[in-house]
């Protein structure tokens, strides 16, 4: 397939700068998978769309204040974005400007209790970066670092809490899994009264997320790599809903890729931690989820590209265009999407 096959025009003034009000007041459009057809809900009707038995698989990674403003120690300003932990206080980096951070460059960061040393090069141009601090790095990362929102989104965010969902826990990411932007603690609730099952997973999400396909032959693009970690609790919970009949369904792309990149040829998963870099797009046979969340994607992007597998590009499409012509709100802090 080709990457001009996922083109749609949007208008710019329906990326959602900002979050709504209330996260459960956002819009729901209903896409059913086998015949096409549309409803438009709101989300905190979920509990009515969904059935006991049910399983509602969530990614619960925590955004980490990634984002540091600092200086190179011979002068001039550096902004740096923390993308994964290689462990021993060394991390892989995007660095802006990247010219100005090679190999021996020396990094400080404001009140001076925070060190590093740029020590080599990834492959991409990342920067791996070791840190030198005395006490707990989170703690540091906590006082000093900033969220580090996607780049389509131009304005500040008056509250970080509304970058996590209210179920995070691990930290780890670099982006948001935005699916679960729009639950609350009472939608949750009102979930397991259903008598839905509600199960976490972890994947940290990177922000190869954001990384455009620039091949446009699909099988020729390299999909970026992300850690999860499956619980022998969650995957209990997957299998025990498949073997009774129950519905998996996935809270975003990140929760699905992980299902799916841990799933059997009979759609169970055990308990594991690892990498994947599985690119879904259509021709794709899924094992373990029945159905998903998720918010409104980029053109061209990894994630039309999975949500297109699952229902079908026309019937992505034609849903994309109904909701351009409803004014729903696009992207990160936009409305959401249930197709079942």
Not at 189 to 218: A, M, W
Request: hydrophobic share 40%.
């Amino acid at each position: 397939m080709k990457k001009s096959e996922f083109w749609f025009d949007l208008p710019e003034n329906l990326i959602a700068q900002t979050p709504i009000e209330k996260r459960e007041d956002s819009r729901l459009l209903c896409l059913d998978k086998f015949s096409g057809d549309i409803n438009h809900r709101r989300f905190f009707q979920l509990p009515d769309l969904l059935r006991e038995g049910d399983c509602l698989v969530m990614n619960d990674s925590r955004v980490m204040p990634a984002r540091l403003l600092g200086n190179r120690e011979t002068g001039g300003a550096v902004e740096i974005v923390l993308l994964r932990d290689l462990g021993d206080d060394v991390w892989e980096c995007m660095t802006r400007p990247g010219r100005k951070t090679r190999v021996g460059t020396k990094l400080v960061f404001p009140e001076g209790e925070l060190r590093a040393d740029v020590i080599d090069i990834a492959e991409g141009g990342n920067r791996l970066v070791r840190f030198n601090y005395e006490g707990i790095f989170l703690e540091h990362l906590e006082r000093l670092g900033k969220m580090p929102l996607p780049p389509y989104i131009k304005e500040e965010l008056s509250d970080p809490e509304r970058y996590q969902t209210v179920y995070s826990k691990a930290s780890g990411s670099a982006a948001a899994p935005t699916a679960g932007l729009h639950f609350t603690n009472e939608l949750l609730r009102q979930l397991r009264v259903r008598g839905v099952e509600l199960c976490y997973i972890t994947l940290h999400v990177g922000l190869g997320t954001f990384r455009p396909v620039k091949s446009d032959n699909l099988e020729e693009h390299v999909m970026h790599s992300e850690y999860f970690t499956i619980s022998e609790e969650a995957a209990a919970k997957v299998n025990s809903a498949k073997s009774k009949g129950g519905r998996v369904i996935a809270v975003g792309t990140t929760s699905c890729r992980t299902l799916e990149a841990a799933a059997k040829g009979d759609g169970n998963i055990s308990p594991q931690s690892d990498f994947t870099d599985i690119f879904i797009y259509p021709g794709y046979e899924f094992k373990c989820i029945d159905g998903l969340i998720t918010n409104f994607h980029l053109p061209e992007s990894t994630l039309i590209m999975l949500v297109s597998a699952l229902a079908g590009r026309d019937r992505i499409l034609g849903a994309y265009q109904e909701a351009i012509a409803e004014e729903y709100r696009f992207y990160s802090f936009g409305d959401a999407m249930l197709i079942i």
